[in-house]
């Protein structure tokens, strides 16, 4: 039961399509600004979703595909992406309050050690914020936020 109110959360205020807008900053202070969609889906018989991101940062594409579901035994959320740039994430974690879905990775990028927290703040049935900060060897690394907008009709 408890399986079916933490995805099916989820599920009922991010399966659509979405406009986003995406800003990353760097440690340097530098700012690439991008605009894409994403496409949210139901997956795994409807226990699950999948989110398809596209979009272009600074002229770049770049693409993501995510399995997010919740785990019954950890009693966790976990999202599973895999992005065009060759990374591959499992994010974990779960309801911070009833607008804000907090997930965790941990592992090694570039070499080193790193760490991103992925925060998933809903403003309105229509608008969800999306801010991911990353730590790399204990230092500050990219933070991207993101805005995504459902689209209508």
């Known amino acids: 039961m408890q399986q ?17 807008e995406v800003n990353l900053s760097m ?13 949210v889906r139901e997956a795994a018989g409807g226990e699950g979703i999948r989110s398809d991101l596209r979009f272009t940062l ?5 693409t993501e595909t995510d399995l997010w579901r919740y785990e019954p035994e950890e009693e966790t959320i976990h999202m599973i992406g895999s992005g065009s740039d060759g990374t591959v994430h499992d994010h974990a974690g779960g309801w911070k309050d009833a607008d804000t ?23 309105s049935p229509d608008t969800v914020r999306i801010r991911s900060e990353t730590t790399v060897d204990g230092k500050p690394g990219p933070v991207m936020d993101s805005v995504g907008r459902r689209r209508k009709g």
């Open 27 to 39: 440690p340097d202070g530098s700012v690439m600004k991008g605009r894409g969609t994403a496409a």
């Open 4 to 20: 079916l109110t933490e995805m099916g959360r989820l599920r009922d205020r991010f399966v659509g399509e979405w406009d986003i």
């Open 58 to 62: 600074d002229g770049k594409p770049y």
């Open 101 to 123: 879905l907090e997930l965790h990775w941990q592992g090694r990028e570039g070499g080193q050690e790193a760490k991103e927290t992925i925060t998933v703040a809903w403003e």
